[in-house]
C-alpha cells in the first residue's frame, strides 16, 4: 500500500495513521459499485461501530434549463452559477 497522503476516516474524519505498508488505527475497505471501485478508510472505533460504508456517492441534482431536465452538474459555469441565485417563489395564500 505504501500510502504518502494524509488519511481520513470516512464517518468521524479522525486522522488514520500509516506507517509503511501497516494501518495503525485503522482499516482500509474496498468497494466495488459496478461502475467503479471505491477505496475508503475507517478509524477503529467507526469500524467498530459500524462496517458498512454510507453517504460514498453524492447525490445528482437534475434541474430543468430550457426546456430540458438535465443533472446541474453537467451544466456549465454560468448555469451553474444562475442555479444557484435562483430563490423560491411563493405565492400568498388567499
Known sequence: MNINKKLNCHDCKEEII???EEIENGVMLNYDTG?????VF??????????ELKNYQ?????????GYIRPV???????????????????KES
Not at 475507517?42 to 467498530?48: A, E
Not at 451544466?75 to 405565492?91: A, F, M, N, P, V
Open 18 to 20: 500509516v506507517v509503511g
Open 35 to 39: 461502475a467503479e471501485k471505491i477505496t
Open 42 to 51: 475507517k478509524c477503529n472505533t467507526c469500524f467498530g461501530k459500524n462496517q
Open 58 to 66: 453524492p447525490c445528482e441534482v437534475y434541474s430543468r434549463v430550457v
Open 73 to 91: 452538474q453537467q451544466w456549465h459555469k454560468g448555469k451553474k452559477q444562475e442555479y444557484q441565485e435562483r430563490s423560491e417563489y411563493k405565492t
